[in-house]
């Protein structure tokens, strides 16, 4: 089949060069044409593993290829709309702009037996209203929404084989034509087992953001009960152990620490509870903002933790920040709490050094003011405290004695948990982690 993808940022390139593997003829479209010319040279314009070789592999093919040019989606039958819905500046709600231009910008190119498919998380009725757009431009076009599930460093195998489809479609009717291009589109995935399920346009939007709520309440959870057990001497690691063995429950995002950043959880929620006051359902979803609360303080926790650490005082402190990320595997830094940690210690006095195997570029882009070091043991350097901020796995297999050589006080926080205490502590470290004795 022939598919545009408009948008080619975290979500958009990788489904682009998915799509293409997938044996589709595609053309990738953007607005910015630093990240145009990067993906057409089959260079990945941000750190994802495994999209630099799907990129080359299907660039081979000749079915992929990148333009900002919107006239280049006119031919194409299926138009997938993967462009960003960030936070309005000062404001929960998300900023529709880039949506609402994308589909704008679409319609001239497009013919009435195509569909439209909305890819971004939006607030629920957004759908419904960008059908009113195409259906009162004239155009017979469908629109439908399938929202993405994809997690950041895992991009290229969640696009590839997702643990679920969903479709929205009008009256969700299995008989809506958009069913049958759709399960076109993703034959090879559904034959070899995801489901997939259709329904209406408000529904389909409202899984995606319900999945991301739920994921953020877990989390936010094991961090609420890291508070208790921090106060009672528990070990919230334990407990999370223990409490995941419950089938229903499950050890999946119980990892208590720093909290949830990134693009994703913090403004969904956020444009969630926005949304949800607007349709006079606001009560529904007060508890998401103790949601956000606890996951805020986390990182006010992270810096009187190491305040401790270091004697009471951070003022002139060499503190070592381990990870920039959001989480490992990515070089997204939107809404880190290891980089806002990083900010908030240097504020209070500290001389702090951040290191990054891949976010380092983007992290001086937001924080010009911190010191970056590339190499870890130069980042270790008489460092008087370490802070393990984001769980790279070259930092988790660091040899504590071999780093006890570097710096100049054998302290450690763990804003992850995810370090073996035993280990660092029989090499001498003084070790604190969050939620655990
Ligand atoms: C999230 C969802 O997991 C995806 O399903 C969704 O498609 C995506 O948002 C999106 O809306 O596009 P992502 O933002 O890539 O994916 O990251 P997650 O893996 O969900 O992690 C989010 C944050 O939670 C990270 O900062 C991570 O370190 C933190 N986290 C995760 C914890 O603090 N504890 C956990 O146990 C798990």
């Known amino acids: ?10 979500l958009g390139a990788v489904h682009a060069a998915c799509m293409a593997k997938l044996g589709h003829e595609v053309v990738g479209i953007d607005v910015d044409e630093r990240k145009v010319n990067d993906l057409s040279a089959a260079r990945a314009p941000f750190y994802e593993p495994g999209l630099e070789n799907l990129l080359q592999e299907v660039q081979q093919t000749g079915r992929l290829s990148f ?10 039958s299926v138009h997938f709309i993967c462009v960003g819905t960030p936070q309005k ?58 929202p993405e599930f994809l997690r950041e460093g895992h991009a290229v195998a969640d696009t590839l084989q997702p643990d679920r489809f ?34 209406d346009l408000p529904t389909a939007e409202l899984v995606k953001t ?33 409490v995941g063995m419950d089938d229903r429950i499950g050890r999946k995002f119980l990892n208590a620490g720093i909290g949830f950043g990134g693009g994703c959880l913090p403004k969904d929620i956020r444009a969630f509870m926005a949304r949800a006051g607007e349709l006079g ?15 805020m303080r986390r990182r006010t926790k992270v810096v009187e933790v190491a305040r401790e650490l270091c004697g009471g005082s951070l003022l002139g402190r060499r ?10 595997e990515s070089d997204d830094v939107r809404d880190s709490p290891a980089l806002s940690i990083a900010a908030q210690l240097q504020l209070q006095g500290a001389v702090v050094t951040v290191t990054d195997p891949q976010a380092l570029t983007n992290a001086a882009r937001r924080f010009p ?8 043991e130069d980042a270790l350097d008489r460092a008087d405290a370490v802070l393990l901020l984001t769980e790279w796995r070259e930092y988790l297999d660091l040899d504590p004695y071999i780093v006890a050589n570097l710096v100049s006080s054998a302290r450690i926080l763990d804003g992850r948990n995810a370090l073996d205490p035993n280990k660092w502590r029989s090499a001498g470290w003084t070790y604190r982690g969050l939620g655990r004795p």
């Open 281 to 295: 359902a606001d009560q529904a979803l007060t508890f998401l903002r103790e949601v956000d609360a606890i996951n």
């Open 67 to 76: 333009t900002t040019d919107m006239s280049a989606a006119s031919g194409s």
């Open 369 to 376: 003011e911190l010191h970056y070091e590339k190499v870890t």
């Open 1 to 10: 089949m022939r598919i545009s993808v408009i948008g080619c940022g975290y």
């Open 210 to 242: 319900a999945a991301n709520s739920f994921l953020a309440t877990k989390i936010s959870f094991i961090n609420a009960m890291a508070e208790l057990c921090e106060s009672a001497g528990a070990d919230v690691t334990l407990l999370a152990d223990a």
């Open 89 to 146: 500046h000062g404001e929960n709600a998300a900023d529709l702009t880039f949506v609402d231009g994308a589909v704008h910008a679409l319609l001239p190119y497009l013919s009435d037996s195509d569909i439209v498919v909305g890819k971004s998380t939006v607030p629920v009725g957004t759908a419904a209203r960008l059908a009113e757009v195409l259906a009162s431009s004239g155009s017979d076009a469908q629109l439908v929404w399938n």
């Open 166 to 199: 969903v479709y929205g479609v009008r009256e969700g009717s299995e008989d809506h034509p958009a069913v049958n291009v759709l399960d076109q589109v993703y034959a090879t995935p559904l034959a070899s087992g995801s489901p997939r399920l259709v329904m």
């Open 319 to 328: 503190l070592t920040v381990l990870g920039a990320a959001f989480k490992p």
